[in-house]
């Protein structure tokens, strides 16, 4: 037993010797692992995600930066708020990759993003998403990448499953992905960038995009592959360049990048499109005018009697918690030195104020003929204006400068460290409200126009080329405003007046760089070819855009203010008219991307009526038009409910609620009115020498000079109930001008296509004979001399149309929607069971129903089962209590639009 020891110490020695070796080689094999890792195989892959905020990209996830900290962006991040519960991200490649390690930076902004609770990485085996083996890490711990090792895959993706801690969202700033050894070479990863418009004699900003595996240049070359005319780049063999063409007519470029066989390519569509006319349209002011019509009485009435008044005792409530006249008031005390107290509610607060005032203007327009309860209305908010314009004016300093949760704090103006606080955006509502004032009162009150140019001054002022400021707002409206109002100024008092305010409002669009797509600032404004962000942001952006191109003619402004229409029309709009698909926040998803609960926002929908409208001025053209009708009659004139007391922030295709009184976030409760009830100028738009008729509803509107003579304009019309449509001109003197009828074409978008076709005119006379008038740009053009009493009679069909959308848009494929004239219609639950199916053979048929939801034309049928079918107007959705609905408790689907045709 003694010879056992040095047996037994030979033997521990033999086993220290070779658990040594095993070391080495497992540190070899790893140091080899750690040198071949150091390729990041997510360079040349595209990632997607369950969602991704508006204010964040998922670019972001693989741009190889280098955080410092989780709380800093750097280069950008990837998030998404609102999202609760368990999210992902992913990559794809194009063919399998090797790995078995990926690094991950997590972001905390230390507020609606914190740390995850847990992860998990998945690969993709061919049949389904499995977890890796042995993962070892999945750390969520901040300010660091977070290594994870696991047995080598094999796969073409791999996604990575974020938990929450189920009260923040999650959120990324970096996502590594290394190469094992074993992956094979790849070509790089190239991006021409997205399909555009020009407008001849401007230029296209090319911005492509090239990965590489081992991030090394390669050589770059742009080209033409089809076209009618030339194509001359700046610069061919850079990825940024730019682009002109020879000739109207669609081109493809090609952006090709690296040496075959490892040589990767894109391409991009241009259409190239002929300049507007020289000059543009006029908008008609609002001024005082008669409704008769069965629908938009009805509607203005719920509007002027009980909506406006409900909003102004919102505001005018001392406590109010969102913000109202109190902010004013204690503004204007600290102004006068006196005790006050804080700023409530958002910085924005003012908006609403604002808006509810023009709002008010507006209202005050329209003709009572004699309904005392609108008198009475009416009255009241006279003596509303006579309280609240004082108090306004009050909280004004010095200078002009006018913004509440500024002068209650000590944020510095215009500074980028509070671009987020809605300067311009206040500012920008404040004119507007000032404008229609002065409409209201002919001029005879000047006390808000003169504030208004005032505060337009200080901003003049201050920003601006250097020495000035340069600057930009997080929220756009001051673009919008500053030109109506310089228009206005120069329509008042001269010729150039107003001038300055336009050139602020293009110097504030030029600003915009440098920021995100959440603002529209990511790049600047003339290199913006595709809809992204926040939806009102966005409307009100390229409104703005629109105004400028046409108040001065700039060709590069008006090709970025088409492309992003050609972009939102044909491939991020709803059948409703509205935008904002709401999965990025409160604001527009992937092309194609339309899914039924639609964020739909109130007020994008009024920015997108600004747009539309604005590019009906600028081309001469029907299709603008046509579209400004379907939004305002489908996305927007159902936001306030038939009484005139509850509204919709969001309008989503399949509604699960009802309407409220008040939100937290109250900027809708006046843009709403004052939008509905600006009808005269969606309805008119005048030249020169021509008047424009783009709506048709029962009315008397003061159009002002025509030809150099004033013109009224007398609809006599139950549209959108029937197609019969009575129009009475009446000019000051016997004068020979241009009238211009919408031919509606109810299939402007690329996106959805209808049966059978319903567009244009089914007859057209003037004083009793058939007319042959000439067409032009969607509009019968009728040119004589116009005395009054001459009646134009015209017939639109209106026909039930079943409405499909593109294979490209996943939510509506197998379904239908119908349509009859501009209107759209709504499925209700509490008339069948929105589960069935509705045939593409079963007849269909409309029916006037003069007591349901205020007198609405139905659609009736039968679906597949053989039960009763019966559609409502979208607009009238939701109008009908919990109770009557079989809901007590408003849980589940109200109302849907998109019904299963299979």
């Known amino acids: 037993m003694k010879d056992a020891k040095p047996f037994n110490f030979i033997v521990s020695l033999f086993i220290l010797s070779a658990i040594s070796l095993l070391y080495a080689s497992v540190a070899l094999s790893n140091s080899s692992v750690q040198t071949e890792s150091s390729v990041n195989l997510a360079l040349i892959t595209e990632p997607s995600s369950s969602r991704v905020s508006g204010d964040t990209s998922l670019s972001a996830l693989n741009d190889d930066s280098a955080p410092n900290t989780s709380h800093v962006r750097g280069k950008g991040s990837y998030g998404n708020w609102p999202a609760r519960g368990t999210q992902w991200v992913q990559y794809d490649w194009s063919k399998p990759i090797s790995t078995q390690k990926i690094d991950v930076y997590?972001?905390?902004?230390?507020?609606?993003?914190?740390?995850?609770?847990?992860?998990?990485?998945?690969?993709?085996?061919?049949?389904?998403?499995?977890?890796?083996?042995?993962?070892?890490?999945?750390?969520?711990?901040?300010?660091?990448?977070?290594?994870?090792?696991?047995?080598?895959?094999?796969?073409?993706?791999?996604?990575?499953?974020?938990?929450?801690?189920?009260?923040?969202?999650?959120?990324?700033?970096?996502?590594?992905?290394?190469?094992?050894?074993?992956?094979?070479?790849?070509?790089?990863?190239?991006?021409?960038?997205?399909?555009?418009?020009?407008?001849?004699?401007?230029?296209?900003?090319?911005?492509?995009?090239?990965?590489?595996?081992?991030?090394?240049?390669?050589?770059?070359?742009?080209?033409?592959?089809?076209?009618?005319?030339?194509?001359?780049?700046?610069?061919?063999?850079?990825?940024?360049?730019?682009?002109?063409?020879?000739?109207?007519?669609?081109?493809?470029?090609?952006?090709?990048?690296?040496?075959?066989?490892?040589?990767?390519?894109?391409?991009?569509t241009v259409n190239v499109n002929a300049p507007p006319p020289a000059t543009h349209l006029h908008p008609v002011d609002t001024i005082r005018y008669k409704i008769d019509s069965p629908l938009w009485s009805k509607r203005a009435k719920a509007l002027i009697v009980n909506w406006i008044p409900h909003c102004i005792t919102k505001i005018a409530d001392p406590e109010v918690r969102e913000g109202g006249i109190n902010n004013f008031i204690d503004a204007a005390k600290k102004l006068a030195g006196q005790e006050h107290g804080p700023h409530?509610?958002?910085?924005?607060?003012?908006?609403?104020?604002?808006?509810?005032?023009?709002?008010?203007?507006?209202?005050?327009?329209?003709?009572?003929?004699?309904?005392?309860?609108?008198?009475?209305?009416?009255?009241?908010m006279r003596a509303t204006l006579e309280d609240w314009i004082p108090k306004i004016l009050a909280a004004q300093e010095p200078d002009g400068y006018l913004q509440t949760a500024f002068t209650l704090s000590n944020r510095r103006r215009w500074s980028p460290e509070f671009r987020g606080d809605h300067e311009g955006y206040v500012a920008g509502y404040f004119l507007e409200c000032a404008v229609s004032h002065y409409l209201l009162?002919?001029?005879?009150?000047?006390?808000?126009?003169?504030?208004?140019?005032?505060?337009?001054?200080?901003?003049?002022?201050?920003?601006?080329?250097?020495?000035?400021?340069?600057?930009?707002?997080?929220?756009?409206?001051?673009?919008?405003?500053?030109?109506?109002?310089?228009?206005?100024?120069?329509?008042?008092?001269?010729?150039?007046?107003?001038?300055?305010?336009?050139?602020?409002?293009?110097f504030l669009l030029d600003c915009r760089r440098d920021g995100s797509e959440y603002d529209q600032s990511h790049v600047p404004v003339v290199r913006q070819y595709e809809a992204v962000g926040h939806a009102v942001r966005a409307s009100y952006s390229y409104a703005g855009m629109a105004d400028v191109a046409m108040e001065t003619g700039d060709v590069d402004y008006l090709s970025a203010t088409m492309s992003l229409w050609d972009n939102m029309v044909h491939r991020k709009y709803y059948v409703t008219g509205g935008i904002g698909s709401g999965e990025t926040s409160e604001g527009f998803g992937p092309d194609y991307s339309l899914p039924h609960d639609a964020y739909c926002e109130s007020c994008s929908s009024c920015g997108l009526i600004f747009m539309q409208h604005k590019l009906n001025m600028i081309w001469h053209d029907a299709r603008y038009a046509d579209l400004y009708e379907e939004t305002l009659y489908n996305a927007l004139l159902g936001s306030i409910d038939l009484e005139g007391k509850n509204f919709y922030y969001q309008n989503p295709l399949d509604s699960r609620q009802n309407r409220y009184d008040w939100h937290g976030c109250p900027c809708c409760v006046g843009n709403i009115p004052r939008t509905l009830l600006m009808l005269p100028t969606w309805m008119y738009s005048k030249s020169d020498n021509g008047l424009y008729v783009n709506l048709f509803a029962g009315s008397t509107v003061q159009v002002g000079k025509v030809a150099g003579t004033d013109v009224e304009m007398v609809q006599s019309t139950d549209y959108p109930w029937s197609g019969d449509v009575q129009i009475t001109v009446n000019p000051a003197s016997e004068t020979n001008f241009d009238i211009y009828i919408r031919m509606p074409n109810r299939s402007v978008s690329d996106l959805y296509t209808a049966s059978p076709v319903s567009d244009g005119l089914s007859s057209i006379k003037i004083n009793g004979n058939k007319a042959a008038p000439a067409m032009q740009n969607g509009y019968a053009v009728l040119?004589?001399?116009?005395?009054?009493?001459?009646?134009?009679?015209?017939?639109?069909?209106?026909?039930?149309?079943?409405?499909?959308?593109?294979?490209?848009?996943?939510?509506?494929?197998?379904?239908?929607?119908?349509?009859?004239?501009?209107?759209?219609?709504?499925?209700?639950?509490?008339?069948?069971?929105?589960?069935?199916?509705?045939?593409?053979?079963?007849?269909?048929?409309?029916?006037?129903?003069?007591?349901?939801?205020?007198?609405?034309?139905?659609?009736?049928?039968?679906?597949?089962?053989?039960?009763?079918l019966m559609a409502i107007p979208n607009y009238a959705r939701n109008n009908r209590s919990f109770i009557e609905q079989g809901d007590r408790r408003g849980r589940g689907l109200l109302s849907s639009v998109w019904m299963k045709d299979r």
Not at 353 to 379: R, W
């Open 106 to 268: 997590w972001w905390d902004d230390r507020r609606g993003v914190r740390l995850p609770a847990a992860c998990r990485l998945l690969y993709w085996d061919g049949k389904a998403f499995v977890p890796v083996k042995n993962a070892l890490g999945l750390g969520v711990e901040k300010d660091r990448f977070n290594t994870t090792t696991f047995e080598e895959v094999s796969t073409s993706r791999l996604r990575l499953e974020i938990d929450s801690d189920g009260q923040y969202s999650t959120g990324i700033l970096e996502w590594k992905v290394y190469d094992s050894g074993n992956s094979p070479d790849f070509p790089p990863v190239v991006q021409a960038g997205v399909d555009r418009v020009v407008i001849q004699g401007g230029r296209t900003w090319l911005n492509g995009t090239v990965k590489t595996l081992r991030g090394d240049s390669v050589p770059v070359v742009w080209s033409k592959i089809s076209g009618p005319g030339n194509v001359a780049f700046a610069k061919a063999d850079s990825v940024e360049t730019t682009a002109t063409f020879s000739e109207p007519g669609t081109y493809v470029l090609n952006l090709a990048a690296g040496k075959a066989p490892l040589q990767g390519s894109s391409k991009l």
């Open 344 to 380: 409530r509610g958002y910085v924005f607060s003012n908006a609403w104020v604002y808006n509810t005032i023009e709002s008010i203007c507006v209202a005050l327009m329209v003709d009572p003929q004699g309904d005392k309860e609108i008198t009475n209305a009416q009255n009241q």
């Open 441 to 506: 009162t002919n001029g005879k009150d000047a006390r808000l126009y003169d504030a208004a140019k005032k505060l337009a001054d200080c901003w003049c002022d201050n920003i601006g080329p250097a020495p000035k400021k340069e600057w930009y707002d997080g929220h756009q409206a001051m673009e919008i405003a500053l030109v109506r109002f310089g228009r206005f100024v120069n329509d008042r008092e001269g010729r150039g007046r107003g001038d300055k305010y336009i050139a602020l409002a293009k």
């Open 783 to 868: 040119h004589r001399t116009w005395k009054a009493g001459d009646r134009i009679a015209l017939t639109l069909p209106m026909k039930i149309q079943r409405i499909k959308g593109i294979d490209k848009i996943e939510a509506t494929r197998d379904r239908v929607a119908l349509r009859c004239g501009p209107l759209l219609y709504s499925f209700e639950r509490v008339d069948q069971n929105l589960d069935n199916i509705l045939p593409s053979d079963i007849p269909l048929k409309t029916e006037w129903k003069p007591e349901l939801l205020e007198g609405v034309i139905v659609i009736r049928g039968s679906w597949a089962d053989g039960s009763d």
